[in-house]
Each structure stands twice: as C-alpha cells, then as structure tokens.
C-alpha cells in the first residue's frame, strides 16, 4: 500500500526531495552524496536470495519503493528494456552507466547468453555494482569497466584491446549515464564500427532529465541508419512524471 502511494506522488518523498537539493554532488559523483547507494548493496545483500539475480532485482526495487528513491532504470522501464532485448537476442552487450548494477543485472537475466560489459565513470558505483553481481551470481557473466567512452580515449582502447570489441560485435546497447553524452558516445561507438546491423540501442531518460540532442539525431536520421520506437512512459518508481524510452534499431545504408 505504502509503495503504491509513493508511487504516485514521488515530491512527498524525502529521498526524492534529498536528490534534488543533493543534485551539484549527483551530477559531479553519480551519487547522491548521503550514502543510499552503500545501503541498497547491504540491503540487497541482506534480504535477496543469494545466486538468485531475480530476487535480486526484486530487492532493489523493493528497497527504491520502501527506503530510498534512486536513479535506477526502474520496474516499469525495465520491463520495456527487457522486451527490447529479447528482442536483439544479444551474444555482447555495451551498457554505458552501471551505477548500482540494477539495469545489468536485468540484461544479465534476459539475455542468458549473452555477456555484458557496464561502463560506469564513479569507481565506487563500480564496486557496489559487482558486490551486488558477485551475491546474485552473475559476475561471471557482467564486466564492469571504470571510466567513459568520452576519457580521451582509454577506455575505448581496453574495450578494444582487452575485452575483444571489434567491427560488428555489438549487438545491444543500453545507454543511460550523463545526458549530455548519449549522443557524442553513440558517434563514438559508430566511429569505432562496433555495431553490428540489426543491433538495438536503448536509451533511457530522453524526457526527463532529458537528452534533446540524442533524439533530434534519432528523429533526423529515421530511415537513414535507425529505426527508431519511441515508448511512452514514468521516470523510475512513480507514475506522475511522465519519460520517454528511445529504442533505435542500427540500419546501416549500404
């Protein structure tokens, strides 16, 4: 009853409130600076079932409904997220912002067969995120990689020489970090060649905090490289903000 009420009025939350006025550090950190993310880890680690990323993933929302409000994708999106993956049946995955491991975890659920490699610029964010892999039992199968696609090229170079990405290896993508990178790390990725055609990109938040250019690119280059679905929906945890979830299929031209 409590999660269904807060879903729908997330202003009366004070974890809610606590990000906004904590939204400097958030968007510097990719924390939000009062120590929620550590907490969701020992929650998770002390209430979902061990080798069990279902329950997992059942224990960070319950812990974003009940406790604190976070930036994960959430229950809702994730559901559009998983229905985009079985659709791209993807052997590699690129995530770009693991923040606490909750999106991974989902990929790593509906894609079995896949591996995903989760980019996440804050080293903490990273560590939480495999501790919670590491209980759910799937660090086996998500790599999470310190740093951005945007470093001045480090990262993309371990991507390449260390982690075997190469022209057309990519299948999926799942873009949902720093706004204002979405779409220079989208040209990164076309720039390196790693999409293979048919791949799907899903990027979250393009309405709210928002990513204007990213959807201007997409809605430029209808029938011109992508295919694109726009997928109505709510910003994680609640049903007042309404969000927009891009899911862009990579067609290239011969």
Same mark, same amino acid.
């Given at each position: *009853?409590?999660? $269904?009420?807060?879903?729908?009025?997330?202003?009366?939350?004070?974890?809610?409130?606590?990000? @906004?006025?904590?939204?400097?550090?958030? #968007?510097?950190?990719?924390?939000?600076?009062?120590?929620?993310?550590?907490?969701?880890?020992?929650?998770?680690? &002390?209430?979902? /079932?061990? +080798?069990?990323?279902?329950?997992?993933?059942?224990?960070?929302?319950? #812990?974003?409904?009940?406790?604190?409000? *976070?930036?994960?994708?959430?229950?809702?999106?994730?559901?559009?997220?998983? $229905? $985009?993956?079985? /659709?791209?049946?993807?052997?590699?995955?690129? !995530?770009? @912002?693991? %923040?606490?491991?909750?999106?991974?975890?989902?990929?790593?659920?509906? &894609?079995?067969?896949?591996?995903?490699?989760?980019?996440?610029?804050?080293?903490?964010?990273?560590?939480?995120?495999?501790?919670?892999? &590491?209980?759910?039992?799937?660090?086996?199968?998500?790599?999470?990689?310190?740093?951005?696609? @945007? =470093? +001045?090229?480090?990262?993309?170079?371990?991507?390449?020489?260390?982690?075997?990405?190469?022209?057309?290896?990519?299948? #999926?993508?799942?873009? =949902?970090?720093?706004?204002?990178?979405?779409?220079?790390?989208?040209?990164?990725?076309?720039? !390196? +060649?790693?999409?293979?055609? @048919?791949?799907?990109?899903? &990027? =979250?938040?393009?309405? #709210?905090? +928002?990513?204007?250019?990213?959807?201007? %690119? *997409? /809605?430029?280059? !209808?029938? /011109?490289?992508?295919?694109?679905?726009?997928?109505?929906?709510?910003?994680? %945890?609640?049903?007042?903000?309404?969000?927009?979830?891009? !899911?862009?299929? %990579?067609?290239?031209?011969?």
């Amino acid at each position: *009853m409590a999660a $269904a009420f807060w879903k729908k009025v997330p202003f009366l939350r004070l974890s809610f409130l606590r990000m @906004g006025f904590n939204a400097k550090h958030l #968007f510097k950190e990719w924390q939000v600076g009062d120590g929620r993310e550590e907490r969701l880890a020992q929650h998770v680690l &002390a209430n979902a /079932r061990q +080798g069990d990323p279902v329950d997992a993933i059942r224990a960070i929302d319950q #812990f974003c409904y009940d406790q604190s409000f *976070m930036m994960n994708v959430g229950d809702e999106k994730g559901a559009i997220l998983d $229905a $985009a993956v079985k /659709r791209a049946a993807p052997k590699r995955i690129l !995530e770009l @912002g693991t %923040y606490c491991g909750y999106s991974s975890l989902r990929l790593a659920v509906t &894609a079995p067969a896949a591996h995903v490699w989760s980019i996440e610029f804050n080293p903490a964010n990273a560590e939480i995120a495999r501790r919670i892999h &590491a209980h759910a039992g799937v660090a086996d199968r998500i790599t999470v990689v310190v740093g951005t696609l @945007g =470093d +001045g090229g480090k990262t993309v170079r371990a991507l390449r020489e260390q982690h075997g990405f190469a022209a057309g290896s990519v299948d #999926f993508v799942f873009v =949902d970090h720093a706004k204002d990178a979405y779409l220079p790390d989208l040209k990164r990725i076309l720039d !390196e +060649g790693w999409l293979k055609p @048919g791949a799907i990109v899903v &990027a =979250d938040n393009i309405k #709210f905090p +928002g990513a204007p250019d990213y959807l201007a %690119y *997409m /809605r430029e280059n !209808e029938g /011109r490289g992508w295919q694109t679905q726009e997928h109505s929906t709510h910003v994680e %945890y609640q049903t007042l903000l309404p969000d927009l979830v891009l !899911e862009s299929r %990579y067609a290239p031209i011969a």
